[in-house]
């Protein structure tokens, strides 16, 4: 048996101003006859097609007979609810331009409905769910079924504001779906008894089962941004790295653009009259924290399978079938060249949502020669960073200098009395001695720590010049049995005098040398979650050689 839920949501504004709506239904009926030209078999196969403006919903089962080796098509009504119609609607500002669905209407297909189906199939004949379609109007948020509101305060969105779902469970009146169902419909803290729903909700989904969401997901602002981005003389369709600079002059955002994503994303204040620098890795901060504020997103990680949906920044036209508008189709490019998102197989450029996605493999900030960064208290310049082959030991590795120089000047830089710091961990499967004669292998170990015993010289810390540097020069032989694998992380701390110390960067760089002698480095890039081992040295100031 197999599975099949298609949803027609509700074209809301012609049925307020007693015009003729879309008929999403057309669109389920359409998807039945392909999914049942598909999937037929010698098995039963069972549509549940859910009309929410006429408040009907269809079981049209495809009953396999053994002796014949067909199908025999069976139509039932599975369930009925109220029609959704013109006095079901309201105009909020009298101006016909925001049309809410009225509250407190008990007996209309919602969101709720759906998912209550999705249990049902679930408890009754787990994982036979092969497809969810839903046909409505849909953006960041997920499907439009009513255009319901969401009235309650206290949940925290992307532009900061605060709805309160997790202490209600979920506002009675909102109809539409929403991508913090997920964590209250279906989380054990707000509701413990509902662990049974929870099971049953996930176990409804065929192994290869997938879902289908056929609207929108174009926030205006997010085109526009991505247009600006676009058309900024940086840009490429592929092939950019993240250390790619993009000027843009004052006045090219708008202040929407700054307050509602750009600022909150990448930490930042600007305001439209700023002419603004941007990496291209905070571009892909941008885009990616779009990409996984989606209901698709969330949705497809809590089921742990793909999601068919528009992107952010894109939507769809719908005659004669739904696909992505190609006024929007350079935003797909985007979407798939920098974050190898895969669209759909009817080529109608629906993004595919995945459960592993992770925005960290595309959020990589790797430093050269001669770069600044920026930190809270200071600047640190890469002196030196190069990945070489040694002709005259036959060594290979990387050679590392950093120089850290505080904006207060009057701080102390001494071994002493310095409140900055550096210390460095590394990871190595290859360890040799003074005339490199190997030993075994080292694991993970402090390499040094410049707050232990201050009285001893550390030979890679030097403070001099009103600014405080690191520098190390690790080198290997190649290795004629095994891959050598050599990895630092590197942070920079400052000492507080009350509680644990502040790690304003961590930096990770190695190298890897083959059997045959070819040598790799890894880059020199910053590390957003230090390894628990290397907090450890930090937080519990371990001895120098400390081994994990």
């Not at 993970?444 to 707050?451: G, H, P, R, Y």
């Amino acid at each position: 048996m197999k599975n099949f839920v298609l949803v027609a949501g509700v074209d809301y504004v012609p049925i307020f101003l007693k015009k003729t709506p879309t008929d999403f239904l057309h669109y389920c009926n359409k998807q039945l006859e392909k999914l049942y030209s598909k999937e037929k078999s010698n098995e039963d196969l069972n549509f549940y097609v859910v009309d929410i403006r006429r408040g009907k919903i269809h079981l049209i089962s495809y009953l396999f007979n053994s002796a014949t080796s067909t199908h025999s098509k069976n139509t039932t009504i599975f369930k009925t609810f109220d029609p959704v119609v013109f006095s079901n609607y309201f105009d909020v500002n009298g101006d016909g331009k925001k049309i809410r669905f009225h509250p407190n209407q008990k007996n209309i297909i919602s969101k709720r409905t759906i998912y209550e189906l999705i249990e049902m199939i679930g408890t009754s004949n787990p994982e036979t769910l092969k497809e969810l379609s839903v046909f409505s109007h849909a953006y960041l948020d997920g499907p439009i079924l009513l255009n319901s509101a969401q009235e309650s305060s206290n949940y925290t969105d992307f532009l900061g504001n605060e709805i309160d779902v997790v202490s209600l469970g979920y506002d009675p009146n909102d109809y539409d779906m929403r991508m913090w169902d997920f964590t209250t419909f279906y989380n054990l803290t707000a509701w413990p008894d509902n662990a049974d729903r929870i099971v049953a909700f996930k176990a409804a989904f065929h192994p290869e089962g997938i879902v289908k969401i056929w609207g929108c997901n174009f926030w205006k602002l997010t085109n526009k941004l991505l247009a600006k981005i676009r058309s900024n003389v940086a840009y490429k369709r592929a092939g950019l790295t993240n250390d790619v600079i993009f000027n843009f002059s004052s006045l090219s955002f708008t202040d929407d653009m700054l307050k509602n994503i750009i600022n909150p994303v990448l930490k930042t204040s600007y305001v439209k009259e700023d002419k603004i620098t941007l990496k291209f890795l905070d571009i892909r901060r941008v885009f990616c924290r779009l990409y996984t504020f989606t209901y698709p997103h969330v949705f497809s990680k809590f089921i742990e399978r793909k999601i068919q949906a528009a992107l952010p920044a894109t939507y769809a036209d719908i005659s004669p079938t739904f696909r992505i508008s190609s006024l929007t189709f350079e935003n797909v490019i985007f979407y798939q060249n920098y974050f190898e998102i895969e669209t759909d197989d009817e080529r109608l450029n629906y993004g595919i949502y995945k459960p592993d996605f992770d925005c960290k493999k595309f959020l990589e900030e790797i430093f050269k020669l001669g770069d600044k960064i920026q930190t809270p208290f200071g600047e640190i310049e890469i002196i030196e960073y190069s990945e070489y082959p040694d002709p005259d030991t036959g060594r290979y590795g990387v050679v590392i200098d950093l120089s850290f120089t505080p904006f207060d000047k009057t701080v102390e830089l001494t071994q002493q009395n310095s409140p900055y710091r550096w210390i460095q961990t590394v990871t190595n499967n290859y360890d040799v001695d003074a005339g490199y004669n190997e030993l075994t292998p080292a694991g993970t170990q402090v390499e040094f720590v410049d707050i232990v015993d201050r009285d001893a010289i550390i030979s890679h810390i030097r403070y001099e010049n009103g600014a405080m540097k690191i520098d190390d020069v690790p080198g290997r032989k190649a290795h004629p049995d095994f891959t050598v694998n050599w990895q630092a992380q590197t942070s920079l701390i400052k000492i507080n005098n009350i509680g644990d110390p502040d790690i304003l960067i961590t930096f990770t760089w190695g190298f890897t040398i083959e059997p045959s002698g070819i040598s790799k480095g890894t880059g020199l890039k910053r590390l957003v979650t230090p390894s628990p081992f290397h907090l450890r040295a930090i937080n519990e100031n371990l001895p120098i050689d400390t081994y994990d």
